[in-house]
């Protein structure tokens, strides 16, 4: 029984925590749970309700730590959403001031010019 319940955890958890998606990791989470449960119901003794309980709590551990993984995905995508903003008003940003630039050294150079022709 033990060594079921080990091998029960582990495929769970690496079942739960390969996917940040709910979606893919209820199955085989839900189907350790039933299994656990149909094992207290075929034998409820203190060993399997024990049992059950731990399982219980290692379910819900696994199901924060989901809910965990996809906020944590799910922040890294917007941030690369905001980067890739911040990138293209950076380039806008650079793109305007490299036309003030060549403004300002037109003006510069016609104010230049008028000033030298106004000597003369």
């Given at each position: 029984m033990f060594l079921?319940?080990?091998?029960?955890?582990?495929?769970?958890?690496?079942?739960?925590l390969s996917s940040a998606a709910i979606i893919y990791s209820l199955p085989?989470?839900?189907?350790y749970w039933v299994m656990m449960?149909?094992?207290?119901?075929?034998?409820p003794d203190a060993l399997h309700l024990g049992t059950a309980g731990l399982s219980l709590a290692y379910g819900i551990l696994m199901?924060?730590?989901?809910?965990?993984?996809r906020n944590m995905t799910r922040n890294v995508l917007d941030l690369r959403v905001e980067k890739s903003d911040l990138i293209d008003r950076l380039?806008?940003?650079?793109?305007?001031?490299?036309?003030?630039?060549?403004r300002a050294e037109?003006?510069?150079?016609?104010?230049?010019?008028?000033?030298?022709?106004m000597s003369h």
């Open positions: 079921t319940l080990v091998l029960a955890c582990s495929i769970a958890a690496s079942s739960v085989p989470a839900l189907f449960f149909c094992v207290l119901l075929a034998e199901f924060g730590a989901i809910f965990n993984i380039a806008s940003e650079r793109d305007e001031a490299q036309r003030s630039k060549i037109r003006a510069s150079h016609a104010k230049s010019n008028f000033l030298a022709n």
